[in-house]
């Protein structure tokens, strides 16, 4: 259990690694000529190399916080997001239909791929099996029907 990233908890090395890709991120806003932002990176990337040996991790953290308010002061003020991402333009665009919807389809559209709905039919029975295996038949008495 040397990684638990479902709580959240962060070592020292993923928060310098975040802040190292924020950095860039923040570089990529300001910068639009390929070689600039190339040539303000390898700059970046010195001020971390300098401190990547550090044995102190007091000094250590101290310079994260330092770095993470260096960023926060410096952030760009309209940050590119990529487009399917959180915030982006096309972020949830592509809606996925429920599998429910097949249910609906039309028997004429069933026919065009009938093993298809053959063994999801028999999938269909299964999953009703084990659920009633599992959590026992519905009483008729509670369908509101």
Not at 75 to 82: D, L, M, T
């Amino acid at each position: 259990m040397a990684n638990v990233p479902f709580l959240g908890i962060k070592t020292h090395a993923q928060k310098v690694c975040s802040l190292y890709k924020r950095a860039l991120r923040n570089l990529e806003n300001y910068y639009d000529q390929r070689h600039v932002y190339r040539y303000q990176a390898v700059l970046m990337r010195e001020r971390f190399d300098k401190n990547a040996k550090l044995q102190d991790m007091s000094l250590a953290a101290k310079l994260l916080r330092e770095g993470e308010q260096e960023l926060f002061l410096i952030q760009h003020p309209i940050p590119r997001k990529f487009a399917t991402s959180v915030g982006g333009v096309a972020h949830e665009r592509v809606v996925h239909p429920p599998d429910w919807v097949l249910d609906y389809w039309h028997p004429l559209e069933k026919a065009q791929y009938p093993e298809y709905f053959k063994r999801r039919e028999q999938r269909k029975k299964e999953f009703v099996a084990m659920w009633e295996k599992q959590y026992g038949k519905p009483d008729p008495k509670d369908s509101h029907h």
